[in-house]
């Protein structure tokens, strides 16, 4: 297997393309929404890897880390180097290079009704840790309010402050900090926040809505979404799996989303204690 960092980056995108042919989760990348991908995750291309067969690449995972923590960020295989024991391989050196580096602990994402991948990850170790939930509300009812645009960085800033419980490596102040160039962050008042990923003709992405903790239980959020919704008139709103179950629900509930029909599993594997204390 060969380091990630030996290629360019438009060969990694199209290992993506190939392997995520027909997958459940559509995947559009290019060498530019990589790279920025790569910043934002932390995605380490020196320790990911490029599964090649006969010198070929077949396949390709991409590992982040952040101090004693590696992510699995994506794994990808050709179609037909599928069922022969590659994946195993890919897997398990994957753990190795983290052990050898010294990491504590792996973390991964994977989609709950994918069995053949959730049956790998469990063979190797990896364990359930939580449920992640996606939320999608077609029409929203507008309400008119100014919305003011802020750095996105700013999202994280108070993401941090407010001390989170834990949450999936996509969603943790490091990423929403690094965004990518379609990120937008809004309030009314400075009291909430949206982060918006991304805002399409058919679609707008939200990563999650903050309100800072003196104004809760005041409407501050839902002021801000009708906004957002009156901005942007008759364009969906969703949120991708990767909330939590349980966080935010009530919220969400209230203002009519429904939770998507997609759900992941963050899995875990301890690799070695931790000398200072709990992970």
């Known amino acids: 297997?060969?380091?990630?960092?030996?290629?360019?980056l438009a060969t990694l995108v199209e290992l993506f393309t190939v392997g995520f042919a027909g997958y459940v989760i559509p995947l559009q990348?290019?060498?530019?929404?990589?790279?920025?991908?790569?910043?934002a995750e932390d995605i380490d291309l020196a320790a990911s890897r490029v599964v090649l067969r006969d010198g070929i690449p077949i396949g390709l995972a991409l590992v982040a880390r952040r101090g004693w923590e590696s992510r699995i960020a994506a794994t990808v295989m050709r179609l037909d180097a599928r069922g022969h024991g590659s994946g195993r391989a890919l897997l398990q050196r994957l753990l190795r290079d983290a052990r050898a580096r010294g990491d504590r602990r792996m973390r991964l994402e994977v989609v709950e009704s994918n069995a053949p991948a959730r049956a790998l990850y469990e063979r190797a170790g990896f364990r359930t840790t939580v449920r992640l939930f996606g939320y999608e509300h077609p029409a929203l009812a507008p309400a008119e309010a100014a919305l003011v645009p802020l750095d996105p960085a700013t999202f994280a800033r108070h993401l941090a402050a407010a001390e989170p419980a834990p949450l999936p490596w996509q969603l943790e102040p490091p990423s929403l900090a690094a965004p990518p160039s379609?990120?937008?962050?809004?309030?009314v008042d400075g009291t909430a926040f949206v982060y918006v990923a991304s805002i399409t003709e058919r679609e707008i992405s939200m990563r999650g809505v903050l309100t800072l903790p003196a104004h809760r239980r005041r409407g501050k959020a839902t002021q801000l979404l009708r906004a957002l919704a009156a901005q942007f008139p008759g364009v969906p709103l969703s949120v991708p799996p990767l909330l939590p179950e349980g966080l935010g629900e009530p919220f969400w509930s209230a203002?009519?989303?429904?939770?998507?029909?997609?759900?992941?599993?963050?899995?875990?594997?301890?690799?070695?204690?931790?000398?200072?204390?709990?992970?």
């Not at 297997?1 to 360019?8: E, G, I, L, N």
């Not at 379609?182 to 309030?187: N, P, Q, S």
């Not at 203002?255 to 992970?279: T, V």
Request: a negative charge; glycine letters at 6%.
């Open 1 to 8: 297997m060969d380091s990630a960092a030996s290629y360019p």
């Open 29 to 39: 990348m290019t060498p530019a929404t990589l790279a920025e991908r790569v910043a």
């Open 182 to 187: 379609t990120a937008r962050c809004f309030t």
């Open 255 to 279: 203002l009519g989303f429904r939770r998507s029909p997609l759900a992941q599993l963050e899995m875990a594997i301890q690799l070695a204690s931790d000398p200072g204390g709990e992970l």
